[in-house]
């Protein structure tokens, strides 16, 4: 289930249309704040609360999307199989009720995840800016 689900999800173009528009979108936050910041403030010590501020902001935003996406694409993957007509079929495989939920639910929140692995090459601009260690981006 989980396999069939991922490869479902995977060739769906709103799936990597939010995986772009997120990353999109938090490339644009940090390019129009460094200007911002990189034009008014030169001290490293500014830049360096910019950047520490910036990526704290980065992985809010990104855990906060994480925390509301989760459940709705969880329950989607149930509400999909419903309408398709193919939640009946599951039900006469061996697989218990718990297994199919699980890997409905795992392979959306896989999704959801790789929303966050979009994420991380803005966040290593980020960082670039300085003042941030390697364990703070992960």
Do not use: Y
């Not at 008014?40 to 520490?52: G, K, N, Q």
């Not at 790789?114 to 981006?137: E, H, Q, R, T």
């Amino acid at each position: 289930v989980l396999h069939r689900e991922l490869v479902r999800e995977a060739r769906k173009p709103a799936t990597w249309a939010l995986r772009v528009l997120f990353a999109g979108g938090v490339l644009g936050l940090v390019i129009s704040s460094a200007a911002d910041t990189l034009i008014v403030h030169e001290d490293p010590a500014s830049l360096a609360w910019f950047s520490r501020s910036l990526l704290v902001a980065i992985w809010m935003g990104t855990i906060a999307l994480a925390a509301f996406a989760a459940p709705i694409a969880g329950a989607a993957a149930i509400v999909e199989e419903r309408h398709d007509g193919t939640l009946e079929l599951l039900s006469l495989t061996p697989l218990s009720a718990a297994q199919v939920l699980f890997g409905k639910i795992a392979s959306r929140l896989l999704a959801v995840w790789m929303v966050f692995l979009a994420c991380l090459p803005v966040v290593a601009i980020v960082a670039s800016f300085g003042a941030v260690a390697p364990s703070d981006v992960l």
